[in-house]
């Protein structure tokens, strides 16, 4: 008996899509995701036993953003920092990581292609929302395909491909302006698609004018029923100055306003992306998948962070370049087998530099940063997977990696003064398991267990000296939980999971800091209840804790900036068959600002946002509010020294209003 367990009708991206079932057309060993909201993605056969949440295309079509990371919103155990300072604008995190980058922890990927910028961060602005099919996040470290920043899971997100033509033009809150554009056809064997997309907002704040475009298209040709082949390029810039960070009586007086010191902050980004796709199947039961890829982000920054320190400029320019292939044989109905290979290079051109009159200066007092380095990390995994009989199905992987690289730093004169090469990890062994149990029709158990690894970054990852004296974090984790439907119309999942590490670190200005032993733990739980065939309510909630465990004067401490707890509610109602309205809710708790837990928690907010969407026969309008009780919220900093606690509001009501064509 086949346990295919699909949502009948979920009208949010709800967070239940944790359960892993056998479809139809694919073999025993091939445990594939409960898909809550729209059609599975053709990714969506990972054999991962854990949190696994997907956002569909219908939910990312109401959706209208400065910020693409914002569309993470209704993913459960997800949380936020919104820096909103220009093109460094807001970051999140996962299983008790910091979200504001200090431990990069999350894969980044794009339609399969990695997406990390050398330092962890995730460049996702170079997306529109009309550009996306579907983002997927798994939240674990049982996932053998990916090596580094894949620490505690993982974000896919796959563009669009599907046969249609819209566009749609969107006016709110600050002068928000947004048009979007999407073309795609099928030409005999050949599928293709293209994208446009630009917005301009001035903002919440003063001094927040932000200009943003993508372009891109999409190529895919069936050479024939077993075999195709594809290129995928994208363009995009974010152009945006920045109101930079106030005192707390500023922020708490006067959110909206910009700090006088940071009327020359500001900055661009430019991200260029192509990749080639092929895929084949070799036999009935072989199938191989190779992607080469180039990547390209360049970033300038002014800034200056309070009125006592000096503006500065901060340029990074990165060229990403790699390889992945997958071969997976379907030995038979009960057992399958896994092999992957990836290999990537980074060249990073890293500086800062003190500035008059937004002038570069070359002189030894104002270069504090010009780093030429590069980065290799090549890895393959190894994957069994076994469904003996329909009540029990488990995959085991074993994943190696390994790093190299070398390092150069300028003085003020553009002279070598130290080259170096990175320490040497060795073979960066990962074990990785996944386990389904079916004891009912309507009961899915699911445990899972593995090894990740985060590695150091910037010139923290190299050394003159001894090239052993420094090792990689190894994390050990592993979840336990239970997906139910009592009922067709109720959904329930909740989940207990613990992460172990050592020798971990925190970025503090970019560069390592050891905090040595940690431990984190949590609890997610999520619901649907289809209540009538008009109304839709789903919710979830998620518990963090965080421990530093090392002998010294932090040992008992949370870890920096990670909230309690997160909690999203939803409810959707269809009022008319053209009319639906939806209401959301999303909270998070407080959190400690440095490891120290000193100077009090902040970051916890309760915000409301409602929207309405009236179906024509020519296509949408859609009515949002976010922030609809207009509640203040913040994101807090410690920069140490002289600057202290530093303080950025977020965004108060705001509305907009969007027309989409359909033809």
Do not use: C
């Amino acid at each position: 008996m086949k346990k295919t367990l699909i949502s009948s009708l979920i009208v949010s991206a709800l967070p239940l899509s944790v359960v892993f079932a056998e479809t139809d057309n694919e073999p025993a060993a091939r445990i594939d995701p409960l898909v809550v909201l729209g059609t599975r993605p053709d990714y969506a056969d990972e054999n991962l036993a854990g949190s696994q949440d997907i956002i569909s295309r219908e939910e990312l079509s109401i959706s209208h953003v400065n910020n693409t990371m914002e569309l993470f919103t209704k993913i459960p155990g997800v949380y936020f920092a919104r820096y909103n300072q220009g093109i460094i604008n807001t970051d999140i995190g996962i299983r008790g990581f910091a979200a504001e980058g200090s431990t990069p922890h999350a894969k980044l990927l794009i339609d399969g292609i990695p997406s990390n910028l050398h330092n962890g961060y995730s460049e996702m602005d170079q997306l529109f929302p009309a550009n996306i099919d579907t983002i997927q996040v798994y939240k674990g470290n049982s996932d053998p395909r990916y090596g580094t920043f894949n620490v505690a899971g993982n974000y896919n997100i796959a563009t669009r491909s599907d046969i249609a033509r819209e566009v749609e033009v969107t006016l709110g809150s600050y002068n928000a302006r947004e048009i979007q554009g999407y073309w795609g056809e099928q030409t005999r064997n050949l599928q293709h698609s293209y994208f446009a997309g630009y917005r301009e907002s001035e903002g919440y704040r003063d001094n927040y004018d932000i200009d943003k475009y993508s372009v891109g298209g999409r190529w895919f040709y069936d050479l024939s029923d077993d075999t195709s082949i594809g290129f995928i390029a994208r363009l995009a810039e974010y152009d945006a100055d920045a109101p930079g960070y106030l005192t707390r009586v500023e922020a708490r007086k006067h959110p909206t306003r910009s700090a006088a010191y940071a009327r020359q902050d500001g900055g661009d980004k430019e991200t260029q992306s192509y990749s080639l796709h092929f895929d084949t199947a070799l036999a009935d039961d072989l199938t191989w998948s190779a992607k080469a890829y180039y990547n390209y982000y360049e970033r300038e920054r002014w800034v200056r962070f309070s009125e006592a320190g000096s503006l500065q400029n901060r340029y990074d320019e990165q060229d990403h370049y790699g390889f992945i292939s997958t071969l997976s044989w379907d030995i038979n109905e009960q057992w399958a087998l896994n092999w992957g290979f990836d290999i990537e290079r980074q060249d990073v051109l890293e500086q800062r530099f003190g500035t008059i009159d937004n002038m570069r200066q070359r002189d030894t007092s104002n270069v504090s940063r010009d780093f030429d380095y590069d980065f290799v990390s090549t890895g393959t995994y190894l994957q069994v997977s076994h469904a003996p009989n329909e009540f029990i199905a488990w995959n085991a992987a074993i994943r190696a990696d390994r790093i190299d690289g070398d390092f150069k730093q300028r003085n003020a004169s553009g002279e070598v003064i130290s080259d170096r090469d990175s320490y040497n990890y060795g073979t960066i062994v990962q074990p990785k398991f996944n386990l389904f149990l079916y004891p009912t029709d309507q009961v899915t158990l699911f445990a899972n267990a593995g090894r990740s690894f985060q590695h150091p970054v910037s010139s923290s990852a190299y050394t003159d000296g001894d090239r052993s004296a420094r090792d990689v974090s190894v994390n050990d984790g592993w979840e336990l939980g239970v997906k139910w439907a009592p009922i067709n119309s109720v959904e329930l999942r909740v989940s207990y999971w613990e992460q172990k590490a050592k020798d971990e670190f925190v970025l503090v200005d970019g560069l390592a800091q050891n905090v040595g032993k940690t431990m984190r733990h949590g609890t997610d739980f999520g619901m649907s209840w289809m209540a009538t065939e008009k109304l839709t309510v789903w919710g979830n909630f998620s518990t963090v804790e965080s421990e530093i465990q090392s002998p010294g004067a932090e040992r008992g401490n949370e870890l920096r900036s990670i909230p309690s707890y997160t909690a999203s509610t939803g409810v959707s109602y269809l009022f008319t068959p053209v009319l639906t309205g939806r209401l959301h809710y999303d909270a998070q708790g407080s959190s400690y600002i440095n490891e120290a837990n000193s100077g009090g928690k902040f970051g916890k907010y309760n915000l409301v946002n409602a929207s309405m969407d009236y179906a024509t026969s020519w296509g949408n309008i859609n009515f949002q509010v976010n922030n609809l009780f207009n509640e203040y919220y913040e994101y807090v900093y410690d920069n140490g020294g002289v600057d202290g606690v530093i303080y950025s509001p977020g965004d108060g009501i705001n509305a907009s209003v969007s027309v989409a064509y359909k033809f």
